[in-house]
């Protein structure tokens, strides 16, 4: 039986909204249905100082730490924590390094199991920034470095790593991971969402499409996400450009939903393409609206020039119905690869070829996504290999 779930994770949807952020706070309150108690430490959530409840989850937020980052503070305020609980957790869930100085101290509670999920490796990171090679993400990869040895040292200290895709996987497997990501520790669990909450809503889409100013007859091509420079928002805005100088500018609208680092550059790189017309840029939007932009969309774009684990902005897109372009090879599924449209998005042409072809190609908006993605099958697998760490411990 599993009593309890204790999540480390840095941030949550209360900091901001991202995949990992989403992901978590749905698979917590997913848990909170099956489970007595699930509670969240994280950072410093602004305006909310103390620990509360929300969804059936309990939030305990670390102060004196930086909100929504790893930081010293934190790493100390985390540890501490865990060496303060006097009841000991079922297990102790760790999104992506939530969990790195806790789990330093699991002798405190010896037979709790400590489960990293794991969103993508830094040696993901460091070879998505060399390929880029721009002097940006150069200037990064020394700091991804420290993390590759940084996670070789943690992920022996875990009893299972949770990959939430197939590149992560294939990650894992390669050297110098696998020096400690043996594989008995790795475990495939695929992110999943549910798709009731992504499903198209026609009163949404026009809702939405007036608030912008688009009308109905007009594609909108949608970037939806946390704007950080690896995730190449600017080469869907160079399509934007070549779709204006083939005379379809008029046509055509790209809605860039989120906020993030990159959004000045961005704004900037939209008035030097002389694209302003073309391109609107929302700012944050809370994670309960999101929908509602895929609902108003035509097609959802997913330019990066990362290799991806799993990108929850593709499987919410599905869900609602909405064809995916993305990345060629960024993505490692075969149940996926049969429902989205791969392009080399280096190619602003050929990145605008497909965004017209996919336009032109307008269905009725019913799910896409396929069933093993589902939140619920998702949360199942965690709780039952959850179940199973536990009785190994105990035996």
Request: with cysteine.
């Amino acid at each position: 039986m599993i009593e309890s779930i204790l999540i480390y994770s840095r941030s949550t949807p209360h900091h901001h909204t991202g995949g990992m952020e989403t992901l978590a706070w749905r698979l917590a309150t997913e848990w909170g249905t099956a489970v007595p108690e699930v509670r969240i430490v994280t950072t410093a959530i602004p305006g909310r100082p103390e620990p509360f409840t929300e969804d059936g989850v309990a939030v305990t937020p670390l102060p004196g730490t930086r909100p929504g980052r790893y930081s010293r503070a934190w790493w100390e305020a985390s540890r501490e924590h865990w060496r303060s609980l006097t009841d000991a957790p079922s297990v102790v869930f760790s999104v992506s390094a939530g969990a790195y100085s806790a789990v330093r101290d699991r002798a405190r509670h010896p037979q709790v199991p400590f489960v990293l999920q794991v969103h993508g490796t830094s040696a993901m990171e460091l070879g998505s920034k060399l390929r880029a090679r721009t002097a940006r993400s150069l200037a990064g990869a020394p700091k991804n470095a420290i993390g590759l040895v940084r996670d070789l040292a943690r992920y022996r200290d875990f009893d299972r790593l949770v990959a939430v895709g197939e590149n992560v996987v294939d990650s894992l497997a390669a050297s110098p991971q696998n020096w400690s990501a043996t594989p008995d520790k790795v475990h495939l669990i695929p992110n999943g969402v549910r798709a009731e909450d992504h499903a198209f809503d026609a009163t949404a889409r026009g809702r939405v499409r007036r608030a912008l100013g688009i009308d109905e007859d007009t594609v909108v091509a949608g970037c939806v996400g946390r704007l950080h420079v690896q995730k190449r928002v600017d080469r869907a805005m160079h399509a934007a450009a070549v779709i204006r100088d083939r005379g379809l500018g008029d046509r055509f609208r790209f809605v860039v939903v989120g906020d993030g680092p990159d959004e000045g550059r961005l704004r900037g790189l939209a008035r030097r393409l002389q694209i302003e017309d073309l391109v609107v840029f929302t700012g944050r939007v809370d994670a309960g609206d999101v929908r509602d932009y895929y609902s108003a969309a035509d097609v959802s774009l997913l330019t990066t020039g990362r290799l991806e684990g799993l990108p929850m902005a593709v499987l919410e897109a599905l869900a609602c119905g909405l064809p995916c372009v993305v990345t060629a090879g960024s993505i490692r599924s075969e149940a996926l690869n049969r429902v989205l449209h791969e392009v080399d998005p280096t190619d602003a042409g050929a990145l605008a070829d497909v965004v017209q072809k996919v336009a032109q190609e307008r269905a009725p908006r019913t799910n896409l996504l396929p069933p093993s993605f589902l939140l619920d099958q998702c949360a199942r697998d965690y709780l039952t290999d959850f179940a199973h760490l536990i009785a190994l411990s105990r035996s």
